[in-house]
């Protein structure tokens, strides 16, 4: 049974930094591209970050370009989000997600292959 359990989301103002993790079990971490998705208030679900089988190679939404870093460690089977200079538009429920496709995509995952979230609110 695939299990992604995430951690780390909180309340942080402007301009901080927040580091999501993702604990996977049930599969072979290290046989899946892996992919961050989040969710805003009353919005659909917006693709964030997608990492190849050994991080090699990762892709990044025009929203955050540049100022979130994607990595993980298949020996822990943990996915990380590393975020930085956060903006309020930034707030909302971030997914850590198994990806379907073997290449970045930049597409969301089937939602049967995200974990349950954590919320980050980045607010004064």
């Known amino acids: 049974q695939v299990q992604l359990v995430e951690s780390g989301g909180g309340l942080v103002q402007p301009g901080g930094s927040l580091r999501l993790s993702c604990a996977a079990s049930?599969?072979?971490?290290?046989?899946?591209?892996m992919s961050w998705v989040r969710q805003a208030p009353g919005k659909g679900p917006e693709w964030i970050s997608t990492i190849s089988l050994v991080g090699s190679n990762t892709g990044y939404s025009d929203s955050v370009e540049g100022r979130f870093f994607i990595s993980r460690d298949n020996a822990k089977n943990t996915l990380y989000l590393d975020m930085m200079n956060l903006k309020p538009e930034d707030t909302g429920l971030y997914y850590c997600?198994?990806?379907?496709?073997?290449?970045?995509?930049?597409?969301?995952?089937?939602?049967?292959?995200w974990g349950q979230g954590t919320q980050v609110t980045v607010s004064e």
């Open positions: 049930g599969f072979s971490f290290s046989n899946y591209y």
């Open positions: 997600a198994r990806s379907r496709d073997f290449r970045i995509s930049r597409r969301v995952p089937p939602r049967n292959d």
